[in-house]
């Protein structure tokens, strides 16, 4: 596992080393790409300004976090919803995966119209777009699990609250884990996305203001901060995942 994680860690290593040369010696387009070095330098500029870290960064975090904490709660509630309902599960899972087909971001005004101007509509379009792989991967974890596990407890005569904690939620536990990790990857698409196009505030705001007024350098500072958010919280999940398998197995 140490020799893999070296050697990613080199792969990225040499493609951004590649990239910076490339872009030193003008083999990209000076105009388009800017040097990594000059990416981070912003990322450093731009974090070090407090009206940019509470107006831009601030706002978008706790936008993330919220819209990410929503998913998991409603999502598991409404999975074992649809796991002790083999009707409601029938009937709502074809719906479920032709969610994502919806424009939520075309259904902005109406969020806006109902929520006011904030940030709440950007964190319910981040909401429902992270929502539908919780519940999925909750259900379909609910109904995989092995019937033996299940004939453990009641032998045990385990109440069905013990039965969630302690059979049903361990066993079930990748499964909602997979949900969660897809729903982390959707919450930063969604807000980011919603705040590219309809928001005055947030790093898709800030990325987009650059990106209209030519600002190439603070672009890329911006976006560059968008994917060590999205590289931290992937690296969070998957430390809280190998501890809670080892705690599993």
């Not at 040369?21 to 974090?47: G, Y």
Request: charged letters at 10%; glycine letters at 6%; a positive charge.
């Amino acid at each position: 596992m140490k020799m893999h994680r070296l050697i990613q860690t080199l792969i990225v290593v040499c493609l951004l080393v590649l990239y910076e040369l490339a872009t030193r010696m003008n083999w990209l387009d000076s105009f388009t790409f800017i040097p990594f070095s000059t990416m981070f330098v912003n990322m450093i500029e731009n974090l070090t300004d407090p009206e940019y870290v509470t107006n831009h960064f601030g706002v978008t975090a706790l936008e993330i976090l919220a819209s990410f904490m929503g998913a998991i709660i409603f999502g598991i509630i409404f999975g074992i919803i649809l796991w002790r309902s083999d009707f409601a599960h029938h009937v709502l899972q074809p719906y479920l995966m032709l969610f994502y087909a919806i424009p939520f971001f075309a259904l902005y005004p109406i969020f806006i119209s109902i929520f006011g101007i904030g940030p709440l509509p950007v964190i319910m379009i981040g909401l429902f777009f992270a929502l539908p792989a919780v519940i999925t991967n909750t259900a379909i974890g609910f109904r995989e699990i092995r019937k033996v596990l299940v004939k453990v407890g009641q032998s045990c005569n385990l109440s069905f609250r013990q039965m969630i904690v302690h059979i049903y939620f361990p066993a079930a536990w990748p499964f909602i884990f997979t949900g969660i990790k897809l729903a982390a990857a959707y919450s930063i698409i969604g807000v980011i996305a919603t705040e590219f196009i309809l928001s005055a505030r947030g790093l898709g705001y800030t990325i987009s203001y650059a990106y209209n007024n030519f600002d190439i350098n603070g672009m890329y500072g911006s976006v560059l901060l968008v994917i060590m958010i999205a590289l931290t919280v992937n690296i969070v999940l998957g430390f809280i995942e190998a501890r809670a398998y080892r705690k599993n197995s």
